[in-house]
């Protein structure tokens, strides 16, 4: 069965800085390409950034809102996923999922965290 | 950014009704669209990828249609745990982006 526990979450001021971790297990995790999907408290889902698999390069992509501030890392010899939140903005308050991403000639997003909430005020 | 829109935002249906949801791209995203049901304080579940594929083990009412810019998931026959909000969600480009969801209620 496929297992993602993120952690790390918090209360954080602005300005400052936080990182997420996401256990996983249940599948091979080296050959995974995942992603970071938040959401703020009451409204919709933001894609904020994904990581290939070392295989293919482990290339990273962001959402031009966190371009800059956030790294996705991520450590295949623990099974682990990070999110590394700098510059935090009041903005960035939401809960933080991490993702499996099924790709092929569709991608999408297949299994979830059950998320870790980040809280940024001053 | 290809921005993604959803309609109605919120509805209300009674059980065993028929609800139908959109999504209208942007831009063209020929048919790299997915559909994701979530319910309060859970995480999204994939329903639908590729805009007409249904996901293993999701019930057969639900169904999705479109191609290019306009988008539809329909439920055919609406069940109690069915209520929930639907996110459509783009992955033509690399950064992807989700409707802002639309919230299914009980009439």
């Known amino acids: 069965e496929v297992q993602l526990v993120e952690s790390g979450g918090g209360f954080v001021k602005p300005g400052g800085s936080l990182r997420l971790s996401c256990a996983a297990s249940g599948f091979s995790f080296n050959n995974a390409w995942m992603n970071w999907v938040r959401q703020a408290p009451g409204k919709g889902l933001e894609w904020v950034g994904r990581?290939?698999?070392?295989?293919?390069?482990?290339?990273?992509d962001y959402a031009a809102h966190v371009k800059g501030r956030f790294t996705v890392s991520r450590d295949d010899s623990k099974n682990t996923l990070f999110l590394q939140m700098n510059s935090l903005k009041v903005e960035d308050t939401a809960v933080y999922y991490c993702s499996v991403q099924t790709y092929g000639y569709f991608d999408w997003l297949d299994h979830w965290g059950q998320g870790a909430l980040v809280t940024v005020s001053s | 950014d290809i921005q993604m829109t959803q309609s109605p935002s919120a509805l209300s249906a009674s059980v065993g009704g028929r609800v139908t949801i959109t999504c209208r791209a942007s831009q063209d995203i020929n048919n790299y669209l997915n559909w994701y049901q979530q319910q309060p304080g859970k995480a999204p579940r994939l329903l639908i990828y590729g805009a007409i594929n249904l996901q293993t083990g999701v019930p057969s009412r639900f169904s999705g249609s479109g191609s290019g810019t306009d988008f539809t998931l329909t439920i055919s026959s609406l069940q109690r745990e069915d209520f929930a909000t639907y996110y459509c969600q783009q992955s033509y480009i690399t950064s992807w982006t989700f409707g802002q969801g639309t919230k299914v209620e009980i009439k």
């Open positions: 990581i290939a698999s070392e295989a293919d390069g482990g290339t990273t």
